[in-house]
């Protein structure tokens, strides 16, 4: 699945990314919702920095991060990400069977 990032109307409009089941919105808050009688219908994606790694304005990291450490945390999303790449195209092509 692959995502979109774009901005709607001017630098100050509420970001969002693109995906095939709808539009998610950005947010430089961190909350935790949900459950039966959450009013919402999207629930936003926590970001605090934007796609140039700058922070964006009134975002709070809770937990700062030190530099080796975020690039360790970057490595090893990017090696699961392709990692599921590959065992997602060896199963479509039937040459792996992934059983639950």
Do not use: W
């Not at 700058?54 to 392709?82: C, D, R, V």
């Amino acid at each position: 699945m692959s995502a979109n990032y774009s901005a709607k109307g001017d630098a100050n409009s509420e970001m969002h990314m693109e995906f095939p089941g709808g539009r998610v919105p950005f947010s430089p808050d961190l909350q935790f919702t949900g459950g039966p009688l959450t009013e919402r219908s999207t629930l936003p994606c926590y970001r605090t920095i934007d796609s140039t790694g700058k922070q964006l304005p009134g975002a709070h990291i809770p937990h700062p991060l030190q530099e080796s450490t975020a690039l360790q945390m970057y490595k090893t999303m990017i090696s699961l990400l392709t990692v599921d790449t590959i065992f997602y195209e060896a199963q479509r092509q039937a040459r792996v069977l992934m059983l639950l």
